[in-house]
């Protein structure tokens, strides 16, 4: 172990024992951040949490962001068509808007009205780790973490270098190379690049445009630099940076409409990490430059109608955390700032706000039980003040098993142009709107029996304050909040391994409902059953998905429709597999919805039907 991370262990290694001193069974002592923005190890985690590594994400061989998270406990996915499409992610029944995406523990910038961080454009080939907490923490971070928190993690730390070759159905192709060089005892200097792409298909084959009758395809540049230094065994400072440029081809359904989207996203980060016995700091600062084109390919993207929107987000946040007693206190400080323009060639806004947010957060263990808390107070100067608080305890009363209970607010707020209008889009201003609230209460149960490692958590979601979308006699709209929604949904998880076999199961029943009607909220499948088996035979890494998506609806009833349109329910399999020819080189196959459903989680966009894959990586 070199010295950048000793004193870092150190730290952690206080929970990492009192958590294993009172016997509970789980032994996962993977470290993560994400829960309650100090480190400490997923087995001490109160909240439902899943970790994703990139030797995951190699082994089942992911062609992008959105194939990575329809693994997860509680996801549902709505794509307009395959790699590339808009997707949204909803997690346990929460809008697409209500899960905070976070990229190395920063608030990922989002263009647009709706506030859905849309993860088709995110590369996968920057992914280096993903944290998954389920549940509200807008008591921990804010704005958005109504459903849950995604944080995805660019950073690996450990030298080599990596090269990767693919190619697969639809003309796909992908090629990526990765070197982490060390100059010295303590600096690391990390160089990454991916390109990947591919032809597509037709996604709406049924529409009487010529122009939607070409393959919708997609093409993704991702550039990542960075630099770790170690001042001393006490403070280090790092720097990264990384952008892509991604271009999709999609269908609108009407003649010279947008159906060409170019996205540019750079990102800098810097910042200094100082570690001392007991206390912990981190100093970040973030610049985020997001520009999202759409234009007509009849017309090019010169044309009028091209639209732009054109975003830039500043963070800056200082935590520092404290090992008091059996546990762990954080405490900090986030500041941001947004400014975004949205135009076309005949009309253009321009917005910006500032977010200042403060939290503290704590974990403490008496005997065998466990207490967590967070309070948060965001100054926001579009909307005023939010406070946001949750608690949670888990109580082993028996060695290898838990009980937990925890209650939580939360907060989405209204983005810019939902309260101040959109031009070119007809939308007025209503600087009144408020910001969408939310009360959850969740029991769980988890434990170690016999070979299988299981939790089943009980939860109960109401959002107020919703926000929807209204328009006059003069087809003029505006954002209102008229809506309210409870959800309740039961979740099994568990592992174990049999043998060569490593086996991973979901359950999930949800029931998420609008409230003035006791609708069902679209997009959202009833039942969820995902199956996942991994095994080695022969040096042969195998990997086998299976997951069933029950019936659900594709929109809500409201002034552009008068029913809803019911989805049938899909299962989809995947298999995947490895084999090392040498101690460097390991070639990879995979075979895509193996049994070649025909399915649909928009209604009228095809999803790929069987795809096959076959890549190479070089290891040094």
Known sequence: MNKSNTTLCAFSATALSLWAAYGFAQDDDTQIVTANRFQQPVSSVLAPTTVVTREEIDRWQAKSLTDVMRRLPGVDIAQNGGMGQSSSIYIRGAEARHTLVLIDGIPLAKSGITGISDFSQIPVSLVQRIELIRGPRSAVYGADAIGGVVNIITENNQPGGQLNVGMGSNHYQEYSGTVRQKVGEDTLITVAGAFQATNGYNIQPQST??????????????????????????????????????????????????????????????????????????????????????????????????????????????????????????????????????????????????????????????????????????????????????????????????????YGTGFEAPTLGQMYGQSRLGIASNPNLNAETSHQIEAGLEGLTGPVDWRLSVYQNKIKNLIDYLYDDNFVGTYYNIQSATIKGIEWTGSMDTGIFTHRITLQYLDPRRDQDNEVLAHRSRQQFKYQLDWNFADFDFDLAWQYFGKSFNNNTNQFADTQRRMPSYSLVDFSAAYPVTSHLTVRGKIANLLDKDYETVYGYRTPGREYYLSASYSF
């Open 209 to 406: 445009y010529s122009v939607d009758s070409d393959r919708d395809g997609f093409r993704s540049k991702t550039f990542w630099a960075g630099v770790n230094h170690q001042f001393s065994q006490n403070l280090s400072a790092f720097f990264r940076g990384y952008g892509y440029g991604n271009n999709t081809s999609y269908d609108v359904g009407y003649q010279d409409g947008g159906d060409k989207r170019q996205v540019y996203n750079h990102t800098y980060e810097g910042g200094f990490r100082f570690n001392q016995d007991i206390y912990s700091s981190q100093l970040t600062y973030s610049y985020q430059r997001f520009k999202d084109y759409n234009y007509a390919s009849t017309l090019g993207r010169y044309s009028a109608s091209t639209t732009l929107d054109d975003m830039s987000q500043r963070n800056l946040q200082w935590g520092n955390s404290f090992a008091v007693g059996l546990g762990t206190v954080s405490a900090g400080v986030d500041w941001q700032q947004q400014q975004l323009d949205s135009s076309d060639a005949y009309n253009g806004d321009r917005y910006q706000r500032t977010n200042t947010g403060y939290y503290l957060t704590a974990q403490q263990r008496i005997d065998t039980l466990t207490l967590e808390g967070a309070v948060r107070g965001d100054d926001n100067n579009q909307f005023g003040w939010n406070g946001t608080w949750q608690a949670a305890a888990g109580w082993a009363f028996v060695p290898g098993y838990r009980f937990t209970l925890s």
